[in-house]
């Protein structure tokens, strides 16, 4: 029998606020445990929560990326569950008002519209670290850190609309561009900035209801996704061939033995008895307030895309790589708007080739990057200047970023001290031209002799004496002159 | 609307509360008496009124996004302290 297999992904985005969604307290990755805490977050008696405005923002601005609807009116509730990672004993969430409903986002490879269910605003959970033991099975206890308690998310939940794993992948990836672009979350997915949930099932082709449910948690990269709903869709079909029947259940991917396993033994349904958050009035947002982020938003990466190809004739590598880390793309932004409106003779697409290429592998030896790198947009576009008016070659150019990486020298001041200013003044080429064919006379001969492709060695020989710096068309118009007069 | 045995069973398990099976049956007559009390909701006209979870109907009030470090004493307020972190017993019960 032919599968058919039916995705829908939640994806669950960190947002990048200065502090926690219900309290004040600092939103931070990586401190000593129990340090950003307060009442509030603690989940101790009284302490009352009130919603951070920047939330607020930012979910309506990850809403209008993905072209959902945004409701002037959304309703905070309490999902009960008992665990020790939330010490209220209820994570506030957004239950049957959420602030998003129905968008879109079209997968550019894979050619496909997926249907954005709806967006609603939570809190994470504190972290746990078991003890004694890998994961909670067979722990002798666990130690509870609560900054994470309490810092503000988005659950971005789709539409079964996925087919297959690629497809997943393809839109978890695009997804993480968006909210990184938008300013929503840092998209940092070592440190858990977007989490993936995937609900995978498998129903014969032609079917129309669809079968019974899995849910795959834990899909913290791309790979991942994409394995985890590989393995996940041969299991569910080896079932189904054997006459046997998906049991609809939580499942954890195991990363080192890309498998899934189930997380409860019994199929104890969830029943997190939701009801509305007495202690948060509801969240009520103008039409001006969602224009306001609407007129805020920054340009999208798809149409990013769009601009460096056709506008500015960037290769795809090059779009892809600058588009992919965005130090790198704030930077390239930056001096393409410095290219235009200092009026300089360099194009945009030669600066991105510098960017993508020598500039990008220097970098990668030191411990900077784009977003701290001693060289200025506008020390670079100097550098590309000089090159560009002839005054030093390409040669010398790339030794003289390199320089300008590691020390934050100008671009002129290394030029100057170094003297690799290119010579293409013929009267002091000539006695470096005049010695060279002097001792070459073999080669003279056959150039003589119409080989005129053998003046390349020489050329060859001329830029060596020269150190780099004489330019070759000069050069070469030299050599061909001595010779043939 | 009545409410079962079994219902108050799961709502006690739902919230991890243990109780006596005499307690069981006094908290089965109150939580039946509290769902007899909302069935007079039932018996108006409710056409057009819209459902209401919020009885005030202040303005949302937003806090700006600052952040603020709390000096709290943790270490008084858990019984297992270890590592600057709540310990607790094993979740799964061993």
């Not at chain 1, 033995?257 to 958050?277: C, I, M, V």
Request: glycine share 6%.
């Amino acid at each position: 029998m032919e599968f058919e297999s039916v995705i829908g992904l939640e994806v669950h985005v960190q947002l990048k606020t200065k502090s926690k969604a219900f309290c004040s307290c600092p939103n931070e990755f990586g401190r000593q445990p129990n340090t950003n805490v307060c009442p509030t977050c603690l989940g101790m008696p009284g302490a009352l929560p009130v919603l951070n405005e920047m939330v607020a923002k930012m979910a309506v601005r990850a809403g209008l990326a993905i072209n959902c609807d945004i409701q002037n009116r959304s309703v905070f509730s309490r999902k009960n569950y008992f665990y020790p990672d939330m010490p209220k004993n209820y994570q506030i969430t957004q239950f049957e008002f959420p602030v998003c409903l129905g968008g879109h986002m079209d997968l550019i490879q894979n050619k496909k519209r997926i249907g954005i269910t709806r967006i609603h605003i939570e809190e994470d959970a504190g972290k746990l670290v078991h003890q004694g033991a890998e994961g909670v099975s067979g722990s002798t206890g666990s130690l509870v850190d609560l900054n994470r308690a309490s810092v503000p998310l988005i659950e971005i939940v789709s539409e079964p609309d996925f087919r297959t794993a690629a497809e997943a992948r393809e839109y978890f990836e695009m997804l993480h561009e968006i909210v990184m672009y938008i300013g929503v979350c840092d998209g940092n997915l070592e440190e858990g900035s977007l989490r993936c949930d995937a609900n995978v099932s498998l129903r014969p082709v032609g079917q129309k209801e669809f079968g019974t449910r899995a849910e795959v948690k834990n899909l913290n990269s791309f790979r991942s996704v994409e394995r985890a709903i590989q393995h996940e869709i041969k299991r569910q079909k080896l079932i189904l061939l054997d006459g046997g029947t998906v049991v609809q259940e939580t499942r954890h991917f195991d990363d080192a033995t890309q498998t899934t396993h189930s997380l409860r033994g019994k199929a104890d349904a969830h029943d997190y008895r939701y009801f509305p958050e007495p202690d948060l009035i509801p969240l009520v947002l103008s039409d001006a307030q969602i224009d306001e982020e609407r007129q805020a938003m920054p340009e999208l990466p798809l149409a990013k895309r769009k601009r460096y190809s056709s506008e500015l004739g960037l290769s795809d590598f090059e779009v892809k790589v600058i588009i992919g880390d965005m130090d790198m793309n704030t930077y390239f932004e930056k001096a393409n708007e410095l290219l235009v409106t200092a009026k300089l003779s360099v194009t945009a697409k030669e600066t991105a080739k510098w960017i993508v290429g020598d500039f990008n592998s220097f970098l990668k030896e030191t411990s900077d990057d784009f977003g701290n790198t001693k060289v200025s947009p506008e020390e670079l576009l100097s550098l590309l200047s000089l090159k560009e008016q002839g005054k030093i070659s390409g040669k010398i150019a790339k030794d003289v970023l390199k320089q300008m990486i590691e020390t934050g020298k100008t671009a002129k001041s290394i030029v100057d001290a170094s003297g690799s200013t290119q010579i293409s003044d013929e009267g002091a080429l000539q006695s470096i031209v005049d010695d060279v064919l002097a001792a070459n006379q073999a080669v003279v001969e056959k150039i003589k002799n119409g080989k005129t492709a053998a003046a390349g060695f020489l050329m060859g020989q001329v830029m060596k004496e020269s150190k780099g710096r004489a330019k070759p068309d000069v050069v070469k118009d030299m050599i061909l002159k001595s010779i043939l007069g | 609307m009545s409410i079962e045995q079994k219902d108050v069973e799961k709502v006690l398990k739902l919230s991890e509360l243990n109780v006596s099976d005499e307690e069981k049956k006094e908290l089965h007559g109150q939580m039946s008496r509290i769902l007899g009390y909302m069935e007079k909701i039932n018996e108006l006209d409710l056409k057009d009124i819209e459902p209401t979870s919020y009885s005030n109907t202040v303005p949302t009030f937003l806090r700006k996004d600052e952040e603020t470090r709390t000096s709290i004493s943790l270490q008084n307020n858990a019984p297992h302290w270890e590592n600057n972190a709540f310990g607790v017993p094993s979740i799964l019960g061993g």
